[in-house]
C-alpha cells in the first residue's frame, strides 16, 4: 500500500487539510523554510529536512516541531504547527495528532 502522503509532490510531513478542530484555523499559518542540514539519515534525502533529532536537555521547539512520543524524532513542517493538525513520523510510520501537553506546549499523541 502507497501511503497518499508520499505520493505528493509537495510533501510535507503535516497533514495540509486544515482541521476543524484547531481553534485558530482563520489565522493565517507562518511558513517556514527548512534548511536541509539536520543530517537525519533515517528517511529517504528528499524528506530528511522535514526531521531531525532531538538534542536533549537544552533543545528547544520551533513553532513548526513537534516530538514524535514513539521514538523522539523532531518532526518540522513548513509552516507552523496547531492543536488538532496530524503529523506523520516517517521514521516510525506513526499518525501523530498535536495536542496542547501539560506544559502548555505543543505535544504529538499516536492515532490509533
Ligand atoms: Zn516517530
Not at 19 to 24: I, K, L, N, W
Not at 26 to 40: E, I, S, V
Not at 67 to 90: E, F, H, N, Q, T
Amino acid at each position: 500500500m502507497t501511503d497518499p502522503l508520499l505520493e505528493t509532490t509537495e510533501f510535507d510531513p503535516a497533514d495540509d487539510e486544515e482541521s476543524s478542530r484547531a481553534p485558530e484555523r482563520a489565522k493565517p499559518r507562518q511558513r517556514y523554510k527548512l534548511k536541509d542540514d539536520t543530517g537525519f539519515d533515517e528517511v529517504p534525502k528528499k524528506y530528511r529536512r522535514f526531521y531531525r533529532r532531538w538534542k536533549g536537555k537544552g533543545d528547544t521547539l520551533a513553532p513548526n516541531e513537534v516530538i514524535c512520543p514513539v521514538c523522539k524524532v523532531v518532526i518540522r513542517s513548513a509552516r507552523d504547527l496547531r492543536v488538532g493538525d496530524r503529523v506523520y513520523c516517517m521514521p516510525c510510520f506513526s499518525r501523530l495528532t498535536v495536542i496542547l501537553g501539560e506544559s502548555g506546549l505543543l505535544e504529538a499523541k499516536v492515532e490509533y
